[in-house]
């Protein structure tokens, strides 16, 4: 399973660098296109509990910075 991250940034939040620094320290691989991020793997039972822990993962990751984040997730 993948799945994509779209991020929209702040100008009230830290600088785009650091959180994508932050975005790929925790897991998540930049791609062009569509989407901004892909996490790929390790969710091969859907919406289990490894998923829960990501989108978990995800929003500590980007808590305080203000982006606002969409997700996509397909096999």
Same mark, same amino acid.
């Given at each position: ?21 932050? $975005? ?8 062009? +296109?569509?989407? %901004? ?6 969710? +091969? ?10 989108? %978990?993962? =995800?929003?500590?990751? =980007?808590? +305080?910075?203000?982006?606002?984040? *969409? $997700? *996509?997730?397909?096999?």
């Amino acid at each position: 399973m993948k799945t994509y991250l779209k991020i929209e940034f702040s100008s009230e939040g830290p600088p785009p660098s650091g959180i994508i620094k932050k $975005l790929e320290d925790a897991g998540w691989r930049p791609v062009i +296109g569509q989407y %901004d991020f892909v996490m790929e793997g390790g969710l +091969g039972e859907g919406v289990g509990d490894s998923y829960r822990r990501m989108i %978990d993962q =995800l929003t500590e990751t =980007l808590r +305080g910075t203000k982006v606002r984040f *969409h $997700l *996509h997730s397909q096999n």
